[in-house]
């Protein structure tokens, strides 16, 4: 029995090894267990990964169409279909790509798996509805070994982001558009020095590109005593002090010359770090019309005076000269005083024409315009010239030929020569040259922009240069005022310049000035041309000086004007009556109705005045005879003759040999 029991029962041994197997098996059936569940966590964390991403999750099979076998349901708000209609349905992502994205975007893939790198792009994708979307794709390839398993990655809906990014970027060119095409030039100063310039700036200052002004100290585009000012604010604004936004001052271009400018700064950050933005305008056309206007206002204003003491400064001057004459009448001109006399009418002549050249400037005496070749006055005066001024001063003429005619009074063109020509003189006092030029030029809008009362259109150039000794700017901007002069008393009256400005802006013209000191000086003047042939002046022919029997009227205000005429008229013969205003002239001309051939009449009196007075004879004689003498008259002579009535004018102080040949002449006429 015993040793059948020990026969069936098995050995200790394999009971121990079958128990440690069981426990191995329970072991492994627990870790199967907990992978199971860990497999299952991990899938419902991808799943919730997937279900809440923002975007589609995908992974598709490395064929032509990279067909998907996994989407998450993010896939139809992207495009429109259900993901069934992906997985089961055979739809691609490739089948809703933009025609001109696809053909770049299977290379970029290929490429990127082809290397095992991950690929990143935007593309283009048809949503159902029809409406384009932009898409940003990620995607790498999954490998075993050198085998391409499938591929997966991730795409996101970008368009708001691509549309906000196409508005910042159509935002930011219309601001370079604005920028770089504004008239105005914005410049962008940091730690000293620009960082930034546009175009206008770059051309403002005459250099070629923002480069050759990149770097340079912000003080460099102003000139020399502007420097210390411009460092000075840029200290007070980068330190936040309170300065003014905007200052006048003077730029200075790549070749040097200074200009006009107006500046606006104020503080920004640039790029992180604080900075200065310019607005820079230049105001040098402005500052030249408005010295224009000034210079005009000063020429009325003296105009108006010279207006206001014309009449009875050229009465008085009209006595002295004309008794002085009456002295000469009397005497063979070789006796004792004759000199003295001479030099009274001479020093009255030289009154005269000082007034003269007042009121032409001023535009108060009528100039006698007509069609005129400027090198035939140039020759005419040139001529004179090489007998006033010094012979060590050479004159060099450069005349163009065929020059277009200028409508303008010769006299007064010559006026302008001799007063330019004897101012290059007196500069070169150790000799030099003098350069008369001539030319045909067209002037542009831009030209006449900057020169107030042009417009574009064929002018005649005249240039007249000298080599002396030039002035600076400080002098240069006064030439052209009344009086002003920088020669020594006695040696100048200061109105040479001021005449020469006036009868340039009487003909339509303008002139500038070039100067510099040691060096020497340029006036260009411009005419407008006329299509016109050039009229010759006609030769004077003087009349006879003879007296007469006929009776005459003076009429004037003042009595030393009246005592002169009476003289010289009944001198030679004539019957001599006299009143001191219109209403006595009126009565006078009633009392002797008919035997009254000739009224002398100033136009300037007390009462009713010269014009009145000559309208109401004219109503009580229509064939009355008048002759004007006047030192002043508010309106053209010739005016005066057409509208009024009169038959002739002498300009105060004249001639008594003028005085006689106007009466006859007016008493001959039929």
Known sequence: MLKRSQSTD???????????????????????????????????????????????????????????????????????????????????FTDFTHPQDMEWIPSLVRSALAERKPFHYFFRLRHRSGEWRWVEKFGVGVFRGDELLFIEGFLVDVTERKKAEEALAASEERMRLIIESSPIAIRIVQNERYVYVNPACVAMYGYESAAQIIGFREEELYAPHYRDLVRQRQKDQLAGRAVPPSYEAKGIKRRGDSFEIAVWVTRVDHLGEPALLSFVIDTSLEKSLQTQLLQAQKMEAVGTLAGGIAHDFNNLLHAIQGHAELLLLGTSGRAPGDDELRQIIKAAKRGSELTRQLLSFSRKMESRK?????????????????????????????????????????????????????????????????????????????????????????????????????????????????????????????????????????????????????????????????????????????????????????????????????????????????????????????????????????????????????????????????????????????????????????????????????????????
């Open 370 to 670: 007509r069609p005129i070749d400027v090198n035939h006055v140039i020759h005419e005066t040139t001529s004179l010239l090489q007998r006033t001024i010094p012979k060590m001063v050479s004159i060099d003429l450069q005349l163009t030929p065929e020059l277009h005619a200028v409508g303008a009074d010769p006299f007064q063109i010559e006026q302008v020569l001799m007063n330019l020509a004897v101012n290059a003189s007196d500069a070169m006092p150790d000799g030099g040259r003098l350069t008369i030029k001539t030319e045909n030029i067209a002037l542009d809008e831009t030209f006449c922009r900057k020169h107030s009362g042009l417009t574009p259109g064929d002018y005649v150039l005249l240039s007249i240069e000298d080599t002396g000794r030039g002035m600076d700017d400080n002098i240069r901007e006064h030439i052209y005022e009344p009086f002003f002069t920088t020669k020594g008393p006695g040696k100048g009256s200061g109105l040479g310049l001021a005449i020469v400005y006036g009868v340039i802006n009487s003909h339509g013209g303008t002139i500038e000035c070039f100067s510099r000191v040691g060096v020497g000086t340029v006036f260009k003047i411009f005419l407008p041309a006329v299509g016109a042939t050039p009229v010759d002046e006609e030769p004077l022919v003087v009349p006879e000086v003879v007296g007469g029997t006929e009776t005459i009227l003076i009429v004037d205000d003042e009595e030393p004007v009246l005592a002169l005429g009476r003289q010289v008229l009944s001198r030679f013969g004539y019957k001599v009556l006299t009143a001191y205003d219109g209403e006595g002239a009126l009565s006078i001309y009633g009392e002797h109705r008919g035997r009254i051939h000739l009224v002398i009449l100033d136009l300037l009196m007390p009462g009713m005045g010269g014009k009145r007075c000559l309208e109401e004879l004219i109503k009580m004689d229509p064939a009355v005879k008048v002759l004007i003498a006047s030192g002043f008259s508010p309106d053209p002579p010739t005016h005066l003759l057409i509208t009024i009535g009169a038959q002739g004018f002498l300009n105060k102080p004249y001639e008594i040999s003028e005085m006689l040949q106007a009466v006859r002449k007016i008493l001959d006429q039929k």
């Open 10 to 92: 098995p050995p200790l041994a394999e009971v121990t090894e079958l128990r440690r197997q069981l426990a191995q098996l329970e072991q492994e059936l627990q870790e199967c267990r907990r992978a199971e569940a860990a497999l299952r966590q991990n899938e419902e964390q991808f799943r919730l990964l997937a279900e809440n991403a923002p975007g589609v999750i995908y992974l598709s099979r490395n064929d032509e169409r990279y067909t998907c076998f996994f989407l998450n349901d993010e896939v139809e708000r992207l495009t429109g279909y259900g993901k069934t209609e992906f997985l089961e349905g055979g739809l691609t």
